[in-house]
Each structure stands twice: as structure tokens, then as C-alpha cells.
């Protein structure tokens, strides 16, 4: 008889999962790149830009009292009631919620975690709108889930079918990574159709103090035992070292919920310093969460304005971060992001989305200052990409031109005649650029993005045939390299200038 046991003593299943990709890297990325974690910037988690409560003149909030005061605690196990923490986080939502309807979680992947544990079986179906968070399928299949992905466009037009075979359908408001936030009402249309088919709707409303509170359904819960809603405080408030969060449950969801957790699942720290985050005045409309909402409009808006001056496709975005198209640029969002990085930038490449290809980055929105060298770098990297691209075609065309001779006009370019009729282009890469001397035709130029650019729109000695000739000569005797450079530049271009 064969034995069909896994090598492993796991559930089969698990001997193919791999872990989620995330944003933050920062430590990982300081060690490949040999910068400093405190000088590299994080573009690629998206956090509240506008620092913690604890630097807010107007939060009266001071952490060292409060890590005292939770370290006081130190010596005893937590209360896993959480009482205090459910009752503020239930002030905090407000819309009639109590403590009642609160499950405490140590941030929102546990939260996920544990609604997939209690209500998931192997081979229940779950329905996943297509790209969003990573960690919806991650927790279900390692419950033994079949995952089904429907387009995000789709949420609303789900037939009964679909419904009445799947168990859970995840659905994170505003969605990560587009940073579309759904209003209320469609949400509302969506959680009753889903109640009449028994399939839960799980709403992840992590970034909705971030966008907009009024649009959270959480007064929707105590009429429908088939509603979850994650909370996920980390983001807003700024401190994902300090894993907090909540869910928002019917009462007697969250009770078996609350009965099934893990024992202690909050330490003392997360406990005392959550609590009094949730409990500032005003709550989700509080002073803090009000300016950041502001401060992120300003900062999203002259982002995407730089943006947009790279040629990129920045899409319109409820939330702090923003989901940007680069399907024009030659580069794809994995290099992009390495080359970020390198430069001590970190950007979220989203290729790792569901089916979502290599034409998408998401960049978090920072203060100004950090949303100036997001864009410088991006200009920079730029820059260096299309010179090494330019100096390795310069470098082909040398190569084809060392056993045939010169290349002769291009006319197959799009550009041509970009100078003259007759040009010759096998410089069309100059090995010169920015020669900054205004003798060639060349002149310093404003930049869309600001500054001031050199152009070589009016330079036509590389392209005149003699020209041509003589550099090639130098070329393809000498190589091309830094020396052969200043010698040709020496002996054919001085001459002919």
C-alpha cells in the first residue's frame, strides 16, 4: 500500500505556501544596500504621514507615562477580557457599537486569522476581489480554503450563485493598493445581499480614519450576524511596532470570536498605550485623525502632480498612499523598486497583487520634504536607467559599425529626421551627453518637473557624416570608455566646433 502521508507532519496543502510580500523592508534593505536604516526612507509602508499622536501638540498623550504605566504591569498576565480596550475602542467607532461588539486582535493579520479559523473548513470556497491585500488568501488557505478571485469592479454585480457557494468574501475599504474607497450605501446594498445567501462579508476598514470615517458601516453590525469589520489602528495612528487592532461584530459573533481567540493575545504595552489612543477626544474626528486627513490631501495632491510630470499614471486615491500605472516607462515596477531602494527609497512594487503584472508601484504619502526626494529619486533613477540603456545601444552600434561601417540614417526611427534629412544616427546616443557647451547647438532648458534640463534638440554635429567618421575611427580603435571619451571629444569635436 502507498503511503500517501505528507514528508512532513503538516497538512499537505502548507508544503506550498509561501509567505505574503509586504512593504517595510527597511532593515533588510539597509543590509543589502549598506545604508543606514535612519537614512533610508519608506515609501512602501503606508502609515499616517503625519507622525504619531504622541508628536501632536493638541493629543496631550505622553509615551513614556504611558510605557511606565504599562510596564507597571509587567508581572502579571493581561486581563483577557480587555475590558477597557473593547469599551474605547467601541467610543472610538461609536455608531452604536458597545464593548460587546468588539474582538481585540494583535493587529489586523491575527484578526484575520482568527475569523478564517473559526469560520472556514478545507474546500470552502472564498471569494477574493482582485488586487487587494495579500493576507486574505494567506490566512484562508492556510485553513485549506479554494480561493476564487473576482475583479474589484465586480463586488456589487455578484449573482446568488457565486454567493451561495462561498463562505466568506473579503472586501477591504478603501481598498489597498488602489486607495478606492466605497461609500456606504453600496456597502450596505452588498451586506444584505450577502446576509439573504449566508456568506459573511468581511470589510476591512483599516485606512478609513485616514480617508473617511462616515463611510464605515459599523452600525450595520448588530443586524447581521453575517458582517465582520476589521480595524486595524496601526495605520492611523502611525506605530505598526505596537500591533493593535479590533473587530466589529454582531454581539453574538463576537462572542464566540472572543471565546475562540487566543488567551492574551494583547500584551501590556499594546493593552495601555492602544487604549489611550482610542480613548482621545473626538475619537475617530479627533483633532489628530481630522488634521491628518487634511495634511494627507494637501501632500496626495502635489505627489501625484510629481508624479504625473515623470510620465507616470498616478490613480486617484481616497487614502494615504497612491496606486500608480508605469506601464509607459521602458522599466518595470520590480527594477524600479530595486533601484529605488539602492538609492535609500523604498516604494511598494505590487507585483506581487494578485494577476496584477509588473506595471504598478504604490507610494506612500510623507511629509513634503520626504515627498520631494521621493520624486527627486524617481527623477534620478530615471536618469541613470535611460543613460545606461543609452551607453549600452551606443555601445551596439559601435560594435555593428566596427565590422560595416557606419550606420547610416536611422529612418525607421519614430524621431527621424529628429535634426536633418541625410543625418546619420549612429550617435543618436550621444557619448558625450551633457556636454554643456552651447558651441554644438545644445542649451540648458526648463524642466517640467522644475530646474533646468540639457537639451540637444539643436545639435547636429554628431550627425554630420564626417563627423561620424572620425569619432568612429577613435572608437573602434579605442573602445569606448571614459579615456577614449575625453580623446575623441579632444581631437574630433574641438576640431570641428
Same mark, same amino acid.
Given at each position: 500500500?502507498?503511503?500517501?502521508?505528507?514528508?512532513? #507532519?503538516?497538512?499537505?496543502?502548507?508544503?506550498?505556501?509561501?509567505?505574503?510580500?509586504?512593504?517595510?523592508?527597511? @532593515?533588510?534593505?539597509?543590509?543589502?544596500?549598506?545604508?543606514?536604516?535612519? $537614512?533610508?526612507?519608506?515609501?512602501?509602508?503606508?502609515?499616517?504621514?503625519?507622525?504619531? #499622536?504622541?508628536? =501632536?501638540?493638541?493629543?496631550?498623550?505622553?509615551?513614556?507615562?504611558?510605557?511606565?504605566?504599562?510596564?507597571?504591569?509587567?508581572?502579571?498576565?493581561?486581563?483577557?477580557?480587555?475590558?477597557?480596550?473593547?469599551?474605547?475602542?467601541?467610543?472610538?467607532? !461609536?455608531?452604536?457599537?458597545?464593548?460587546?461588539?468588539?474582538? #481585540?486582535?494583535?493587529?489586523?493579520?491575527?484578526?484575520?486569522?482568527?475569523?478564517?479559523?473559526?469560520?472556514?473548513?478545507?474546500?470552502?470556497?472564498?471569494?477574493?476581489?482582485?488586487?487587494?491585500?495579500?493576507?486574505?488568501?494567506?490566512?484562508?488557505?492556510?485553513?485549506?480554503?479554494?480561493?476564487?478571485?473576482?475583479?474589484?469592479?465586480?463586488?456589487?454585480?455578484?449573482?446568488?450563485?457565486?454567493?451561495?457557494?462561498?463562505?466568506?468574501?473579503?472586501?477591504?475599504?478603501?481598498?489597498?493598493?488602489?486607495? +478606492?474607497? &466605497?461609500?456606504?450605501?453600496? /456597502?450596505?446594498?452588498?451586506?444584505?445581499?450577502?446576509?439573504?445567501?449566508?456568506?459573511?462579508?468581511?470589510?476591512?476598514?483599516?485606512?478609513?480614519?485616514?480617508?473617511?470615517?462616515?463611510?464605515?458601516?459599523?452600525?450595520?453590525?448588530?443586524?447581521?450576524?453575517?458582517?465582520?469589520?476589521?480595524?486595524?489602528?496601526?495605520?492611523?495612528?502611525?506605530?505598526?511596532?505596537?500591533?493593535?487592532? &479590533?473587530?466589529?461584530?454582531?454581539?453574538?459573533?463576537?462572542?464566540?470570536?472572543?471565546?475562540? @481567540?487566543?488567551? *492574551?493575545?494583547? !500584551?501590556?504595552?499594546?493593552?495601555?498605550?492602544?487604549?489611550?489612543?482610542?480613548?482621545?477626544?473626538? !475619537?475617530?474626528?479627533?483633532?489628530?485623525? @481630522?488634521?491628518?486627513?487634511?495634511?494627507?490631501?494637501?501632500?496626495?495632491?502635489?505627489?501625484?502632480? +510629481?508624479?504625473?510630470?515623470?510620465? &507616470?499614471? #498616478?490613480?486617484?486615491?481616497?487614502?494615504?498612499?497612491?496606486?500608480?500605472?508605469?506601464?509607459?516607462?521602458?522599466?518595470?515596477?520590480?527594477?524600479?523598486?530595486?533601484?529605488?531602494?539602492?538609492?535609500?527609497?523604498?516604494? @511598494?512594487?505590487?507585483?506581487?497583487?494578485?494577476?496584477?503584472?509588473?506595471?504598478?508601484?504604490?507610494?506612500?504619502?510623507?511629509?513634503?520634504? %520626504?515627498?520631494?526626494? /521621493?520624486?527627486?529619486?524617481?527623477?534620478?533613477?530615471?536618469?541613470?536607467?535611460?543613460?545606461?540603456?543609452?551607453?549600452?545601444?551606443?555601445?551596439?552600434?559601435?560594435?555593428?559599425?566596427?565590422?560595416?561601417?557606419?550606420?547610416?540614417?536611422?529612418?525607421?526611427?519614430?524621431?527621424?529626421?529628429? =535634426?536633418?534629412?541625410?543625418?546619420?544616427?549612429?550617435?543618436?546616443?550621444?557619448?558625450?551627453?551633457?556636454?554643456?557647451?552651447?558651441?554644438?547647438?545644445?542649451? *540648458?532648458? %526648463?524642466?517640467?518637473?522644475?530646474?533646468?534640463?540639457?537639451?540637444?534638440?539643436?545639435?547636429?554635429?554628431?550627425?554630420?557624416?564626417?563627423?561620424?567618421? $572620425?569619432?568612429?575611427?577613435?572608437?573602434?580603435?579605442?573602445?569606448?570608455?571614459?579615456?577614449? /571619451?575625453? +580623446?575623441? *571629444?579632444?581631437?574630433?569635436?574641438?576640431?570641428?566646433?
Amino acid at each position: 500500500m502507498t503511503d500517501q502521508r505528507s514528508p512532513l #507532519p503538516v497538512k499537505k496543502y502548507l508544503l506550498s505556501l509561501e509567505p505574503c510580500a509586504h512593504g517595510g523592508l527597511i @532593515r533588510k534593505s539597509s543590509q543589502k544596500y549598506g545604508i543606514p536604516e535612519s $537614512e533610508m526612507l519608506d515609501a512602501s509602508a503606508s502609515l499616517n504621514p503625519l507622525g504619531t #499622536p504622541f508628536e =501632536h501638540p493638541d493629543s496631550e498623550l505622553d509615551l513614556q507615562d504611558l510605557l511606565r504605566t504599562g510596564l507597571e504591569k509587567l508581572e502579571q498576565y493581561p486581563d483577557n477580557r480587555y475590558l477597557e480596550y473593547r469599551t474605547a475602542a467601541a467610543s472610538f467607532v !461609536g455608531m452604536g457599537t458597545t464593548y460587546e461588539n468588539i474582538v #481585540p486582535g494583535n493587529g489586523s493579520t491575527e484578526i484575520i486569522r482568527l475569523v478564517a479559523e473559526c469560520v472556514i473548513a478545507e474546500g470552502d470556497v472564498v471569494l477574493i476581489p482582485k488586487p487587494t491585500f495579500s493576507e486574505y488568501e494567506m490566512q484562508c488557505k492556510v485553513m485549506g480554503a479554494e480561493i476564487k478571485y473576482v475583479d474589484q469592479e465586480d463586488i456589487f454585480d455578484l449573482d446568488g450563485k457565486t454567493l451561495d457557494e462561498a463562505k466568506i468574501i473579503f472586501v477591504c475599504n478603501p481598498n489597498n493598493p488602489t486607495g +478606492k474607497l &466605497f461609500l456606504k450605501e453600496q /456597502i450596505e446594498e452588498l451586506a444584505e445581499k450577502c446576509a439573504t445567501h449566508k456568506t459573511i462579508l468581511f470589510i476591512d476598514e483599516a485606512y478609513i480614519e485616514l480617508a473617511d470615517p462616515q463611510q464605515s458601516v459599523a452600525y450595520l453590525v448588530e443586524g447581521n450576524d453575517y458582517l465582520f469589520i476589521q480595524r486595524s489602528l496601526t495605520k492611523s495612528f502611525a506605530i505598526p511596532g505596537i500591533r493593535m487592532g &479590533f473587530g466589529v461584530a454582531s454581539r453574538k459573533f463576537a462572542r464566540v470570536l472572543n471565546n475562540a @481567540r487566543l488567551s *492574551w493575545n494583547m !500584551g501590556c504595552v499594546s493593552d495601555t498605550i492602544a487604549t489611550a489612543l482610542l480613548n482621545m477626544e473626538g !475619537g475617530a474626528n479627533s483633532k489628530y485623525l @481630522r488634521d491628518s486627513r487634511d495634511f494627507i490631501a494637501k501632500e496626495r495632491e502635489f505627489l501625484m502632480q +510629481k508624479l504625473s510630470r515623470r510620465g &507616470f499614471k #498616478p490613480i486617484e486615491s481616497s487614502v494615504n498612499y497612491i496606486f500608480v500605472d508605469i506601464s509607459d516607462l521602458s522599466m518595470n515596477s520590480s527594477e524600479l523598486a530595486e533601484r529605488m531602494a539602492s538609492h535609500g527609497v523604498l516604494i @511598494r512594487d505590487c507585483s506581487s497583487f494578485q494577476d496584477i503584472g509588473k506595471d504598478y508601484i504604490r507610494i506612500a504619502i510623507r511629509n513634503r520634504e %520626504e515627498n520631494e526626494r /521621493i520624486a527627486s529619486t524617481i527623477r534620478q533613477v530615471i536618469y541613470e536607467w535611460g543613460r545606461e540603456q543609452a551607453e549600452f545601444q551606443l555601445g551596439e552600434n559601435i560594435k555593428v559599425a566596427s565590422d560595416c561601417g557606419r550606420r547610416g540614417s536611422n529612418t525607421d526611427c519614430d524621431y527621424y529626421p529628429c =535634426h536633418f534629412e541625410g543625418q546619420d544616427c549612429t550617435f543618436c546616443f550621444c557619448p558625450f551627453y551633457p556636454c554643456e557647451d552651447s558651441r554644438t547647438g545644445g542649451s *540648458w532648458v %526648463e524642466s517640467s518637473s522644475g530646474g533646468k534640463v540639457w537639451s540637444c534638440l539643436n545639435c547636429n554635429i554628431v550627425h554630420e557624416e564626417k563627423v561620424v567618421d $572620425e569619432l568612429l575611427s577613435v572608437f573602434t580603435t579605442d573602445g569606448l570608455d571614459e579615456k577614449s /571619451i575625453k +580623446k575623441a *571629444w579632444e581631437h574630433v569635436m574641438e576640431t570641428n566646433l
